[in-house]
């Protein structure tokens, strides 16, 4: 399956925005998904993940109550809602495929996108 992630931009402290990833080749559905993240100069992290239905999410602490992940099966999408961004969520984020369970650890992933942009001044 082929990943694409979009969405990502330059935006201030407080503002939303959401990211999507787009997925071709194969269905999504076959898939549980993760949102990760990579600042500058430090590792991937994980962010939110879906399992394929989408009734089951899971998130890292610091994105509680802040972000959503959320999934369009019949669209192949998968997307991020994060809303009051900070300066710190400033990353590439990237959205990747699993056909395991959601799992936090990227070495679990199959397939990734190629990343999206988003930084957040102050």
């Known amino acids: 399956v082929q990943l694409q992630a979009f969405g990502g931009g330059l935006v201030q402290a407080g503002d939303s925005l959401r990211l999507s990833c787009a997925a071709s080749?194969?269905?999504?559905?076959?898939?549980?998904m993760g949102w990760f993240r990579q600042a500058a100069g430090k590792g991937r992290e994980f962010v939110a993940g879906?399992?394929?239905?989408?009734?089951?999410?899971s998130y890292v602490d610091f994105v509680k109550g802040r972000f959503t992940i959320s999934r369009d099966n019949a669209k192949n999408t998968v997307y991020l809602q994060m809303n009051s961004l900070k300066p710190e969520d400033t990353a590439v984020y990237y959205c990747?495929?699993?056909?395991?369970?959601?799992?936090?650890?990227?070495?679990?992933?199959?397939?990734w996108g190629q990343g999206t942009q988003v930084t957040v001044s102050s």
């Open positions: 080749g194969r269905t999504l559905s076959n898939y549980a």
């Open positions: 990747a495929a699993t056909m395991l369970g959601v799992t936090s650890t990227s070495i679990g992933y199959n397939y």
């Open positions: 879906i399992n394929r239905s989408g009734g089951r999410t």
